[in-house]
């Protein structure tokens, strides 16, 4: 097993993207189960490729980008057997040129702690992603303490997924996922707590975008990464905010493979987010977070 450590060469990249979706492993694995990964390929008109993790890698590598990775682990709401965070980090061990692991934890199970510190410890996971909605648990609830204590401790990132999502759109009940365990306000009493902890609010954080701003602007351990929305479509209050306030602590993400960076670059063009604030967010933030200066 080897340990994962960065060799990303920080001048030479384009763009770090905060936020890449490892979802199927190498033995053809599902981190979905079929009724909700065929209902967000509907929901996102999606039928473009899903690599395994050395095929991201080498999209990236092409493209002169480092790639944040990760997958959620949702068993206990889902009943699926996630993807295995140790596998990612390894994937990204031997693609340490390109890649940066994110671990993911069930909150629910009883061994969240002790799984955490084993992918911080061992296995040298950068983050964690985690996903209040697809995972069914309330980040705000006093129970997750011991979580984020220990990754407070550790110095390593919490990315959030925020905002109204695909999955389960559309299936009878939205397959039972509540959306409002998204809303990124429940990470207020997270970034107050635990002022060390470095948290991502993921995408637009749509229908709440000004609860997300108001964080920010008020708890600033909390950042905001622009995944997930074409940038054509990004509510004009983020766009002034990435503009000026918060514009040393927003981040590009895709959400690949449903967004390629490819196509997030061109569609910013369109936007009026300046190009004197455009090397922070596509680089020097996320270096600076992610301690790869």
């Keep these: 097993m080897t340990r994962y450590e960065p060799a990303i060469d920080v001048d030479a990249l384009t763009a770090i993207d905060v936020h890449v979706h490892i979802e199927v492993d190498h033995h053809g694995h ?22 395994d993790l050395d095929g991201v890698a080498a999209y990236y590598r092409e493209r002169n980008m480092a790639a944040v990775v990760f997958t959620v682990d949702a068993e206990s709401n889902l009943g699926q057997s996630p993807i295995s965070s140790a596998d990612i980090a390894e994937g990204a061990a ?4 390109v890649l940066i692991p994110f671990g993911s934890v069930d909150p629910l ?4 702690v002790d799984d955490a510190r084993r992918l911080i410890d061992e ?12 995972q069914g648990f309330d980040p705000s609830d006093a129970a997750h303490s011991a979580l984020y204590e220990t990754l407070q401790e550790a110095g390593v990132v919490a990315l959030f997924h925020t905002g109204q999502t695909g999955i389960g ?6 397959r039972g996922l509540l959306l409002g365990l998204s809303n990124p306000m429940l990470l207020d009493p997270v970034a107050a707590r ?5 948290i991502i609010m993921a995408h637009p954080s749509v229908p709440w975008q000004d609860e997300a701003l108001s964080v920010a602007t008020h708890k600033h351990n909390t950042w905001i990464d622009l995944s997930g929305w074409s940038p054509k479509y990004f509510p004009d209050s983020l766009v002034r905010a990435a503009n000026s306030y918060l514009k040393n602590r927003v981040l590009f993400g895709s959400d690949f493979p449903l967004l390629t960076p490819d196509r997030w670059l061109r569609d910013v063009e369109q936007t009026s987010l ?17 301690g790869l200066g």
Aim: net charge positive; charged share 20%; aromatic share 8%.
């Design 30 to 51: 599902s981190s979905l189960p079929d009724d909700l990964r065929d209902a967000a390929a509907k929901y996102f008109s999606t039928d473009s490729p899903n690599p």
């Design 94 to 97: 031997r693609n340490n040129d």
């Design 109 to 112: 199970k009883p061994t969240a």
């Design 123 to 134: 296995h040298g996971v950068r983050g964690f992603k985690f996903h209040p909605t697809v």
């Design 169 to 174: 759109a559309g299936l009878p009940g939205g």
């Design 194 to 198: 635990f002022p060390e902890l470095q």
């Design 274 to 290: 300046k190009p004197e604030v455009m090397p922070g967010i596509l680089t020097a933030n996320a270096v600076r977070l992610l």
